[in-house]
């Protein structure tokens, strides 16, 4: 099972573009990358995934370089709602299952 | 648009009490999950299945049963609680290609005293 390592805490004011990084040095072939959000008493939320070079949406942009060996969740100009804990897993949906590690803990500042 | 919906929310048990924990999906989801999550840590697998009739073990499956009679639901059983059980359980499912990723439930809070 591929293991991933985040930053255990991240801070940020309003407005300003927040880059969370995950390493994931033993990223297997058939591996995507999936980044999820969590705010306190829930569950986590699907953000983006991807599984090489860039993928955009309406919340976020995920940047994977050639070697998969890092991949790095793009939040732009963040508000006070997106103080919460990401985390970055890696896996093949096929026939794996998902591990999550302990995630980033993001908090905004007004 | 329910997704996934657990029950209950909330449940103080005894030690040593049972209690099944129901998580049910109506996205057609061919995969399901039971995670329990503790305080500032991340979200451990208890137990997964990968269809109708099979379940198979996570991380932490010790003290936990599951089964998965209908695909749509997918049962966490607790046969004696301790209280290292107390935690917050969280359902997931997703698509066996992996399709957008997990989708998860709003979560149950078990205390074990």
């Known amino acids: 099972l591929a293991k991933t390592t985040q930053p255990i805490s991240m801070d940020s004011y309003e407005g300003q573009e927040v880059n969370i990084t995950c390493s994931h040095n033993?990223?297997?072939?058939?591996?995507?990358i999936t980044w999820y959000q969590q705010f306190p008493s829930q569950g986590p939320r699907f953000i983006i995934q991807?599984?090489?070079t860039k993928v955009t949406n309406e919340v976020a942009s995920l940047f994977i370089p050639a070697d998969r060996k890092s991949s790095t969740l793009s939040l732009p100009r963040v508000s006070l709602s997106d103080t919460a804990v990401y985390y970055c897993l890696v896996g093949d949906h096929n026939t794996d299952k998902l591990i999550f590690g302990t995630g980033t803990r993001l908090q905004v500042f007004p | 648009n329910a997704g996934v919906t657990q029950t209950p929310k909330f449940r103080v048990l005894k030690t040593g009490q049972s209690m099944t924990l129901l998580c049910a999906q109506d996205m057609n989801h061919e995969y399901m999950y039971w995670y329990r999550q503790d305080p500032g840590m991340g979200l451990r697998l208890i137990h997964y299945?990968?269809?109708?009739?099979?379940?198979a073990k996570g991380e932490v499956p010790d003290g936990y049963n599951v089964s998965r009679l209908k695909k749509q639901n997918f049962l966490l059983g607790l046969e004696s609680a301790a209280p290292s059980q107390t935690s917050v359980y969280f359902c997931a499912s997703s698509y066996k290609t992996g399709k957008d990723g997990y989708t998860f439930g709003s979560g149950t809070r078990l205390t074990v005293v």
């Open positions: 299945s990968v269809g109708e009739g099979t379940t």
């Open positions: 033993n990223i297997a072939t058939n591996d995507y």
């Open positions: 991807g599984y090489k």
